[in-house]
């Protein structure tokens, strides 16, 4: 990061952009932006709460951006259309990308975490941060959803936790390939199928993640992720698994609830404690593994762990219940691949 810059963000009002501007503020920066959005008159309560927090706003038409000294910051491909872009070229203001940035403070972090997989990526990250926060670890998060346990009347887009600049934990992307910037202390990956890229691509891009770090946390049930744990060295490995025996973290006797689910830990061959989820489904059985695997990784005791994760109250619009009306309820759930369906209506 440009330690006198200030932070211009175009398309501030974004899922990505807004948490990773708080961020960046939290780190004493000054904040502006635009946003399409705030031009046509919409979501007029989240730009209300930007500028309750010291951001300030501008059209998108470039008049925001006057001089060098802005670090402006872009979401994905740079195009000379978009007005703000052209202002900075002229006025010779620096350019980065979303994923640039959120991978220079990834890394400069001491330690840090970064979650990867096809499916079931928001959810870990959630899990995780809310662990490292129980635990008194305070850790800067990024995530791709709002955490429902971080969100309140004065944080309602808790898509991010400000925290300090020693532990960092990030959902990590491989569809734009921006994976290959991140070099974490822990890598977790998920899962891994047929998504974004073809299997060729899928295997390089999570194979050299796991490689960059000093622990990968890797799941035994999913082929591709299991082949990645046969080519690294066991100590630098936490596997763990519903159904393999060999799992450094595994889970045994799944019992469904109304309200989530519960099931047996075992932890190198050892009984631990029982694990209750609020949230339902085998697949957040998986997840809450991974995540007990990533904080193990960094010396939590499973037994704080797992206090912390029965109090995890989920992420939004995942397997999220809305309401009851008329005997109906409605449920809603950002599943939009076939696996990720799959896992919902099995749930």
Not at 8 to 19: A, K, Q, R, T, V
Not at 255 to 283: K, M, Q, Y
Not at 308 to 320: C, K, S, Y
């Amino acid at each position: 990061m440009n330690q006198d810059a200030s932070y211009f963000f175009c398309g501030i009002g974004g899922s990505g952009m807004l948490p990773l501007a708080m961020i960046v503020q939290s780190r004493g920066h000054r904040i502006e932006g635009s946003d399409r959005a705030l031009d046509q008159g919409r979501t007029p309560a989240k730009f209300d709460w930007l500028r309750a927090h010291g951001v300030t706003l501008h059209p998108q038409d470039g008049s925001g951006i006057t001089h060098a000294g802005q670090m402006v910051v872009a979401t994905g491909a740079v195009e000379d259309t978009v007005p703000d872009i052209g202002a900075a070229r002229r006025v010779g203001a620096p350019i980065v990308t979303r994923p640039e940035l959120l991978s220079d403070l990834f890394n400069a972090a001491p330690t840090s975490i970064g979650v990867a997989g096809t499916s079931g990526k928001s959810t870990i990250t959630g899990m995780i941060a809310w662990i490292l926060h129980s635990v008194g670890h305070a850790p800067t998060v990024m995530n791709g959803a709002v955490m429902k346990n971080f969100a309140d009347a004065d944080h309602p887009f808790a898509s991010a936790l400000i925290g300090g600049p020693d532990l960092f934990v990030a959902e990590v992307d491989e569809s734009d390939g921006s994976i290959t910037r991140y070099d974490p202390t822990v890598a977790v990956v998920s899962n891994i199928s047929l998504d974004h890229k073809s299997m060729e691509e899928l295997r390089a891009l999570f194979g050299g993640f796991t490689n960059r770090a000093t622990t990968a946390v890797l799941n035994l049930d999913n082929p591709e992720t299991a082949a990645l744990a046969q080519g690294m060295a066991a100590d630098r490995v936490v596997t763990f698994s519903i159904g393999d025996e060999t799992a450094s973290l595994r889970a045994v006797d799944l019992e469904p609830l109304v309200d989530g689910i519960r099931f047996g830990l075992i932890e190198s061959g050892r009984v631990g404690p029982l694990v209750t989820l609020r949230v339902p489904g085998a697949h957040n059985v998986a997840n809450a593994l991974a995540a007990l695997g990533a904080v193990k990784a960094l010396g939590v005791s499973m037994t704080q762990a797992v206090t912390a994760l029965e109090r995890f109250a989920g992420i939004r619009r995942r397997m999220e219940v809305v309401g009851t009306a008329n005997g109906i309820t409605v449920i809603d759930d950002f599943a939009h691949n076939p696996d990720k369906i799959a896992a919902t209506l099995k749930t």
